[in-house]
């Protein structure tokens, strides 16, 4: 909260702010979301998709974005695939944590995301090298992501 308050100038420029989760349980991020939304709606707000999510509502209405988070098999499942399908169909901004491989990359690209993220591949430049090398660098969601532009800030 402190690090929004010192940013809050900067409102209009953020993408958006991922709520806290719990990773792997839907239904209790989106009780951890219920809590922190009041605190947060002067921003835009990311809810995190978890597994399990394809049974419960999201609030659309309430969010600018939804990402993608939830455990490895969750992410590579048609439910996450759906979620993303669903997010981009009524305008919503998309991003997807934990890209580190060119395969992953490949899937959310082709599926429409706007951003993601990686640890390893913010960490360990051979891993973007592979990712770059399978000539994906010339994509939006690269350039995005990894070309130069101005830099994204994570928050936990």
């Known amino acids: 909260m ?7 100038d900067g409102r209009g420029q953020c993408l958006f702010v991922a709520v806290p ?5 839907a239904r209790r991020t989106q ?11 002067l921003w835009p707000i990311a809810l ?13 209405e309430l969010i600018a974005a939804i990402f993608i988070g939830g455990s490895t098999d969750w992410k590579e499942s ?8 669903a997010a981009k169909a009524i305008g ?4 997807v944590g934990r890209v580190n491989t060119p395969r992953r990359f490949q ?3 082709a599926l429409g995301a706007d951003t993601c993220d990686g640890s390893g591949a913010s960490r360990f430049d051979w891993m973007l090298d592979r990712i770059a090398a399978k000539r994906y660098d010339d994509h939006p969601l690269f350039e995005a ?3 130069g532009g101005d830099t994204v800030h994570e928050v936990a």
Do not use: M
């Open 107 to 109: 899937k959310f690209a």
């Open 31 to 41: 009780e951890v979301f219920d809590h922190w939304y009041g605190q947060l709606s």
């Open 2 to 8: 402190r690090l929004l308050d010192r940013n809050k």
């Open 21 to 25: 989760d719990i990773v792997g349980s």
């Open 78 to 85: 048609q439910s996450a695939t759906d979620v993303v399908k």
């Open 145 to 147: 992501n990894c070309g």
């Open 48 to 60: 995190v998709a978890q597994d399990g999510i394809e049974d419960l509502p999201i609030p659309w």
């Open 92 to 95: 919503k901004h998309v991003h």
